[in-house]
């Protein structure tokens, strides 16, 4: 699985948008980009994956630049809850074990 | 989404006994379950595949007959660590993959061994 890059800590007014960026320059073309969360003390929460196109759902917006080297993940009006680690992971669903490698994530810090 | 739960949620042992911890999707089958353990202020390090009805993978490193996995049924994985011995102590994660789905994974709340 392609390996990816994060900055390993980010702040956020609370109520504005958190943009959390992520490299992936050696990412496959049938390898996805998923983005999970951990809350202090708690079990990864999935958020979103995608493979080229920009998705969004009910919690965040995920955005893949055109040559799929990059993307970003979008929390359109962070809130103090969303004080977590996240991790951005790229992998192919289709691997033999389907197994997820989590990197060091970024730890945003939303502040009131 | 998916529904994995994990028990117990805090165990304390004393060192040379052994604990397990069960993993179940609530709502789900899943043929695959991954156990991860991560220390303090570290990431998660994947442990083991869990496959059922046959024997779990293991990652490099990872001593087998330590950690002790069984996955009996299409919900429900166990570890079981064995002669636990202070250095064990760590929080331990389960996840499990839907069948016939895309790749997203569902983690459990984790546990958290400390063993004295």
């Known amino acids: 699985d392609a390996k990816t890059t994060q900055p390993p800590s980010m702040d956020c007014a609370e109520g504005r948008a958190a943009n959390l960026p992520c490299n992936h320059s050696?990412?496959?073309?049938?390898?996805?980009v998923y983005w999970y969360r951990q809350i202090h003390s708690q079990g990864p929460q999935y958020i979103i994956h995608?493979?080229?196109n920009n998705e969004t759902n009910e919690m965040a917006s995920l955005i893949i630049t055109e040559d799929r080297k990059s993307s970003t993940l979008i929390l359109p009006h962070a809130t103090l809850r969303d004080t977590a680690v996240y991790y951005c992971?790229?992998?192919?669903?289709?691997?033999?074990?389907?197994?997820?490698?989590f990197g060091t994530g970024t730890l945003l810090a939303v502040q009131p | 989404g998916a529904v994995v739960s994990q028990h117990p949620s805090r165990v304390i042992c004393k060192s040379g006994t052994s604990v397990k911890i069960e993993c179940r999707s609530l709502d789900f089958q899943a043929t695959t379950m991954f156990w991860y353990r991560q220390f303090p202020k570290q990431s998660l390090m994947l442990m083991a595949t869990?496959?059922?009805?046959?024997?779990?993978?293991?990652e490099q490193g990872v001593e087998k007959d330590k950690f002790l996995i069984n996955h009996a049924s299409l919900t429900l994985s166990t570890l079981t660590v064995t002669s636990a011995h202070p250095e064990d102590s760590s929080f331990y994660i389960c996840?499990?993959?839907?069948?016939?789905?895309?790749?997203?994974?569902?983690f459990g709340e984790g546990s958290r061994l400390t063993v004295l």
């Open positions: 869990s496959n059922e009805g046959s024997k779990a993978t293991y």
């Open positions: 996840s499990a993959r839907l069948l016939g789905n895309t790749g997203e994974l569902f």
């Open positions: 992971i790229v992998r192919s669903p289709g691997g033999a074990t389907n197994k997820l490698i």
């Open positions: 995608g493979l080229k």
């Open positions: 050696t990412i496959s073309g049938n390898e996805y």
